[in-house]
């Protein structure tokens, strides 16, 4: 039996030519992959540099490495806590602006004997003695007051702070079918005086607290006619924001 010689095969053999095109694709594909990496890479740079620049985020690290971001993360920490004092001075600023604005008023119409504001810890403090305000025993505003009510309703479309209208007896018993004892007559006076505000002045009721204390917190001894005089008083407590949050948790006592 003859045996079968094979003719040698011109050129590359065709296990090369197979070879060649993968190696040219994996070729081409890597090239792809290397300019799509470096056009992400840019763009997602440039939108995490709009990120860093935006107020919005200053308060959430980045998840991208940048170069001096320890400085930047120090930078942005030190705006946002200047940020957050110049918004407590400007509203220490309105409260003092308003303590001002009140002692001009009680001034000009010489009620410094029937008014007095101070500020303390609470806030701004009002302090309003019964004659100006009502009749002995009643809870109804007398027309006198409501000069001045208005311009306290005036002054608090300024400012969003919290109000605490507190209501103040003598200790002298009451017992009417209105009013059965002091507490029920405190109360109802703080709440006239926040339905005057509101109702004339469209403020918000949910700024409002309203406190009737009766004779539980005299500022003076209850043994003359002009101490029993200065008990009988209205309370308007325009309160500071660091003072709020006691305010809110105190309205639940009443």
Excluded: C
């Excluded at 994996?26 to 440039?46: G, R």
């Excluded at 009721?205 to 001894?221: K, L, M, N, V």
Aim: glycine share 4%; aromatic share 8%.
């Amino acid at each position: 039996m003859r045996r079968r010689v094979r003719k040698p095969q011109k050129g590359s053999p065709k296990w090369m030519v197979t070879f060649s095109d993968m190696i040219l694709l994996v070729l081409v594909f890597f090239v792809m992959l290397f300019s799509m990496s470096v056009i992400d890479a840019k763009k997602f740079e440039a939108i995490a540099d709009s990120f860093q620049n935006r107020e919005i985020l200053e308060h959430f690290p980045s998840m991208i490495e940048f170069e001096n971001a320890d400085q930047g993360t120090a930078q942005n920490e030190a705006d946002l806590y200047s940020g957050m004092n110049d918004e407590q001075t400007d509203q220490e600023m309105d409260l003092d602006e308003l303590l001002n604005e009140v002692e001009t008023y009680l001034q000009e119409n010489d009620l410094n004997d029937h008014i007095s504001a101070t500020r303390d810890d609470r806030g701004v403090v009002l302090v309003l003695q019964e004659q100006l305000l009502f009749d002995t025993g009643e809870a109804d505003i007398l027309n006198d007051a409501e000069p001045f009510l208005n311009k306290v309703g005036t002054l608090l479309h300024s400012l969003p702070n919290l109000v605490k209208v507190e209501g103040h007896t003598d200790n002298r018993p009451i017992s009417t079918y209105r009013y059965p004892s002091n507490w029920e007559l405190s109360g109802a006076r703080a709440s006239s005086v926040i339905r005057y505000l509101t109702d004339n002045h469209s403020l918000d009721s949910d700024r409002f607290i309203a406190a009737g204390y009766g004779e539980t917190r005299p500022i003076a001894p209850n043994n003359s006619e002009d101490n029993l005089r200065e008990n009988r008083r209205v309370v308007i407590v325009i309160s500071d924001p660091a003072y709020e949050q006691d305010l809110m948790e105190g309205a639940g006592d009443i």
